[in-house]
């Protein structure tokens, strides 16, 4: 064969060669996309879209004027997937001037194979977008190099979130509590509306790719719904100086603690509720979680003499004494078996019933016990909301202790008679109160005003729910008898207020202690009302475990009138016009018309 | 004087230009159109996100074409035949590059292979590509010297080219650059059948280069990298994330494209960056996505008048040097588009190719510019 018909033959056979090398491309081009183009798109689809999570902003919790108390800000998390970083030292250098986090532990956070790891949580979004433009400008240069591209740092991402803040710091932490950090209320408001506050996630879908969103891709599926914004009875004002009184009280008496509660009598608002010691909620929670506690749902304790207004309601409503009844009250007496005794040994007197309660004396409180009997006094206490939940709706609220009448003792009667062998919670002791303080009608104490939904509609709580307990006549007779107890001659001239009437009951209880099961230091207390003509408001003062001086009118008198002074001004509740017509207080005292026994 | 020189310039070159093989030219410019296309829908949107000149890889490209398109004008002024005389330049040129790719310090390595020599000014070139020049020239002279026309070249004619072509290969192994060994591989022996050579060499050099290929993955000449490459491969799933991730996402993103594709700019995987080495080695991923079946299939339609005019021009030439570059310029062009196609498909393994005159990249497209020039300087003057 001649060398031209060979290399034109061999130049054919090329050719074919060439051509056949290209159909099978071309088939293979036909198969993948026209037979079987539907199959791989939608795996393409599938690679492509990624669903995430849109979070939706806690609602705020507010004062009752509006003052935020606990806000939800926006924040991001500073996501990467180290499977992209190729060069953890050097990508850690960059970065770590911009998220404050040193080197070699960016180093230990960058390398792996997580295709997700959160390097920094509830960052500022000015963070995340000084990051970003440092990798930018970092991004920029180093394309100018060979093979730039692969030089790039990549793999950074942002997730949209909030953090919770607190403006008002430890002011009504115990009240407002604080959230976990999976975003959920751990106690207070916090936990107990939980669920309004939440609002509900919503979901947005983006086209994933090579490590980032791809622009303009993200749709937002469902919108994200904002938590119900909560307002609170409380007034910021009035609940800073009652933080600042109580604070200032468990330090000076060295106190175990200490709870304030300011209430509305007529509505049940709780206009403050402070604690003390308490808690930073926008700290993490160390050491003793006891300081998380809301003392004044939670801690329970025998009521001692503010329990004696129970007594004496009950009395004058089954017409078994009047406030000038007059009893004889010894020191001491026997009941089956037990000497029970007042505080402070006194010669045997002769004491109107306002006397009995404006000295607290337990004997006459016991002689006054008697005349009603056991089944009486249990249903009173009972009617003012002892052993019964108060429905403030507040997290982990005790019912506190009342045993039931068929298993009193000989001993029980007596003793439940001055406020001992059962046990309340402050917001309890508040009530009774607030229930003389309303004329009679008890009403469920509250602290929520009301909720303003993600659209910004305000649905005011509905009015809370009420039970007469005693004629609003004995009502105002209690109150005119409590206003002794604030006189020189009562055991709280220290609650007394210039200008404005005050009625208020002192209690100094022997304290339960649950750590030796037996009696050991006291509950003090001050529970009052002004102006007593008209109450505006109700103040309670509970200390536990005070060391020192533990009477109820030297350390809660103080704090009362503190409290209460500045919630009537603030109020602008004009100084009472009227003067009492005081009680006696002594047999001796009483005018001959005015004996009645 | 001076007026017809000039006017005798201007003729020379509107002479060489109406000389040219228009088919030819008109099926590279259309590559090279679509090229610049797809440079730019490959980069455009990732550098928006970045922040970066969207038009930074489309300015750098069509820079590129224009010098190539320089090369390749100039290749064509001077007759082929008068250039055989520079052949050992060429060669030694690109034996040099070669030497200096692998010399530390002067070679920076990219993907596990020293392949690129950087010049100040982020200017760099990667000797290989123009060495595929010199190896076609350098063979085609020792398989076409002095021999009369109706003789086949000898086993010793054989052997000699054999040699000039050992030594630019052995260095470019040792880059490694697998897939222009296999290129040029190619190139060689189609070239030394055309020659005329004896059908022995023609089947012993193909088992050869089987042999050769295997021998070379199991002695471990290939890299590690080039390793994970093949068996991806072959099971594809084996290790989704890394090599066969490429493959897998490949696949998809021209699957996706269907028959019309998603439009220019407007494909999703691309513009995600799915596919790396999206506006180099897997170029053709875009033209599927984008452009769909049409749009590649007219790249390849492309492809297969370049060639077929080409081998037109092989075969109608008497000059029996002139028609071993033009087959060597075929070869090379013609297995580097169906290595690099095919890897995109899952039907060759994966090799780090360029797709001729569409990927971005200066030294391959100075190199493929300059090939086509040697094809129309060997049309120019078959008469």
Redesign the interface.
């Known amino acids: 064969m001649?060398?031209?018909s060979?290399?034109?033959r061999?130049?054919r056979t090329?050719?074919i060669a060439?051509?056949t090398?290209?159909g099978?491309?071309?088939a293979?081009?036909?198969s993948?996309?026209?037979v079987?183009?539907g199959?791989?798109?939608e795996?393409?689809?599938n690679?492509?879209l990624k669903t995430s999570t849109l979070i939706a902003p806690r609602g705020v919790i507010t004062d009752v004027n509006g003052v935020e108390l606990a806000r939800s800000v926006a924040a991001v998390n500073i996501v990467v997937d180290q499977?992209q970083i190729d060069n953890p030292k050097l990508t850690a250098k960059i970065t770590s001037p911009i998220l404050n986090i040193e080197e070699p532990e960016l180093v230990a956070l960058y390398t792996g194979n997580l295709k997700y790891k959160i390097i920094v949580k509830s960052a500022k979004p000015a963070m995340w977008i000084a990051l970003q433009n440092g990798l930018?400008n970092y991004?920029?240069d180093v394309?100018?190099?060979?093979?730039g591209l692969?030089k790039?740092i990549i793999g950074f991402y942002s997730e949209r979130g909030y953090v919770r803040e607190y403006p008002t710091g430890m002011l009504a932490s115990s009240l407002i509590g604080f959230i976990n950090d999976e975003g959920v209320g751990a106690s207070g408001i916090e936990s107990s509306l939980n669920s309004e506050l939440s609002g509900v996630n919503g979901q947005y879908v983006y086209?994933?790719?090579?490590g980032?969103i791809?622009?303009g891709?993200a749709k937002i599926r469902t919108e994200a719904k904002a938590g119900t914004s909560i307002r609170l009875t409380v007034d910021r004002d009035i609940q800073w100086v009652a933080q600042d009184a109580i604070s200032r009280v468990v330090k000076s008496s060295s106190a175990k603690s200490a709870t304030v509660v300011v209430m509305d009598p007529k509505t049940g608002a709780i206009i403050a509720q402070a604690s003390a010691p308490t808690f930073d909620p926008s700290k993490p929670i160390t050491g003793k979680l006891d300081t998380i506690r809301n003392p004044a749902v939670q801690d329970v304790y025998e009521p001692g003499s503010t329990g004696k207004v129970i007594t004496m309601a009950a009395a004058l409503e089954e017409k078994k004494t009047t406030p000038n009844s007059v009893y004889t009250v010894p020191y001491s007496m026997r009941v089956a078996g037990s000497k029970f005794s007042d505080h402070e040994f006194h010669k045997t007197q002769r004491l109107t019933a306002t006397g009995v309660l404006a000295t607290s004396s337990n004997i006459g409180t016991i002689k006054i016990g008697q005349q009603l009997g056991s089944t009486t006094l249990y249903k009173y206490l009972r009617d003012f909301g002892i052993g019964e939940n108060t429905g403030s709706h507040l997290p982990g609220e005790s019912s506190g202790l009342l045993s039931p009448v068929t298993s009193w003792s000989g001993t029980s009667l007596p003793t439940f008679s001055f406020g001992q062998g059962y046990s309340v919670t402050a917001m309890q002791a508040t009530s009774v109160f607030a229930t003389i303080a309303n004329d009679g009608i008890r009403i469920t104490p509250t602290v929520v005003a009301g909720t303003t939904d993600a659209s910004g509609n305000f649905l005011p709580t509905k009015d809370q729910k009420t039970k007469r307990v005693i004629s609003s006549e004995n009502a105002k007779e209690i109150r005119k008898m409590l206003e002794s107890v604030v006189s020189v001659n009562g055991t709280a001239p220290t609650a007394a207020i210039p200008g404005y009437r005050v009625a208020g009951k002192t209690g100094t209880a022997m304290r339960f202690n649950a750590d030796c099961s037996c009696y050991s230091g006291y509950t003090a207390s001050f529970i009052g009302f002004a102006p007593a003509d008209k109450p505006a408001f109700v103040v309670s003062v509970t200390i536990q475990d005070p060391k020192g001086i533990h009477w109820g009118g030297a350390l809660g008198g103080p704090v009362f009138a503190k409290v209460m002074k500045f919630a009537l001004q603030s109020a602008h509740i004009p100084p009472s016009t009227t003067k009492l017509k005081a009680y006696a207080l002594k047999e001796a005292d009483l005018k001959k018309s005015e004996v009645t026994k | 004087m001076t007026i017809y020189n000039q006017h005798s310039r201007r003729d020379k070159f509107r002479e060489n230009f109406v000389g040219f093989d228009r088919l030819l030219t008109l099926s590279v410019a259309a590559l090279l159109v679509m090229g610049t296309l797809l440079v730019y829908a490959a980069t455009k949107s990732w550098f928006e996100a970045q922040g970066l000149d969207p038009q930074y890889y489309l300015k750098r490209h069509v820079i590129n074409i224009l010098i190539g398109g320089l090369l390749a004008y100039g290749t064509t002024l001077i007759d082929y035949r008068l250039l055989r005389a520079y052949t050992p330049i060429v060669w030694g040129l690109a034996v040099f590059g070669l030497v200096v790719v692998l010399i530390p310090g002067l070679g920076s390595e990219i993907n596990g292979a020293k392949a690129w020599i950087s010049f100040p000014g982020g200017f760099q070139i990667q000797p290989a590509e123009l060495a595929k020049i010199g190896i076609i020239v350098g063979i085609s002279m020792i398989l076409a010297e002095k021999r009369d026309i109706d003789a086949n070249p000898t086993d010793q004619d054989v052997l000699k080219a054999l040699a000039i072509a050992a030594i630019p290969v052995a260095l470019i192994l040792l880059q490694p650059d697998l897939g222009t060994v296999v290129i040029i591989s190619a190139a060689i022996v189609v070239m030394i059948g055309t020659s005329g050579a004896p059908t022995r060499w023609v089947v012993g050099l193909l088992l050869l280069a089987v042999m050769g290929g295997f021998t070379a993955v199991k002695m471990g000449v290939v890299s590690e990298y080039q390793i994970a490459r093949l068996q991806s491969f072959v099971d594809p799933s084996a290790d989704p994330q890394a090599t066969g991730y490429q493959l897998r996402q490949s696949r998809i993103t021209i699957g996706s494209g269907g028959i019309t594709g998603k439009g220019l700019f407007n494909g999703p995987q691309t513009n995600g960056r799915f596919v790396p080495e999206q506006h180099t080695d897997f170029i053709f991923t875009v033209a599927g996505e984008e452009l769909g079946f049409l749009g590649s299939g007219f790249i390849l339609l492309c492809f297969g008048l370049l060639f077929y005019r080409s081998f037109t021009i092989a075969r109608r030439t008497n000059d029996l040097f002139g028609r071993l570059v033009c087959v060597g310029v075929i070869a090379w062009l013609a297995f580097q588009t169906f290595e690099n196609i095919g890897m995109t498909m899952g039907m060759v393994p994966m090799t780090g190719v360029p797709l001729p005159f569409i990927s971005y990249g200066g030294s391959s497209m100075f190199a493929n510019l300059i090939g086509l020039g040697l094809i129309q300087n060997v049309h120019l003057r078959t008469r």
Not at chain 1, 143 to 147: A, E, G, M, T, Y
Not at chain 1, 207 to 210: L, Y
Request: no cysteine; hydrophobic share 50%.
């Open positions: 001649s060398h031209n060979l290399v034109h061999r130049i090329l050719l060439t051509f090398l290209f099978l491309i071309v293979q081009l036909f993948v996309q026209v079987r183009a199959a791989i798109s795996r393409a689809i690679e492509l499977t930018m991004n920029k394309l100018q190099q060979r093979n692969a790039r086209e994933n790719g090579a980032t791809i622009p891709s």
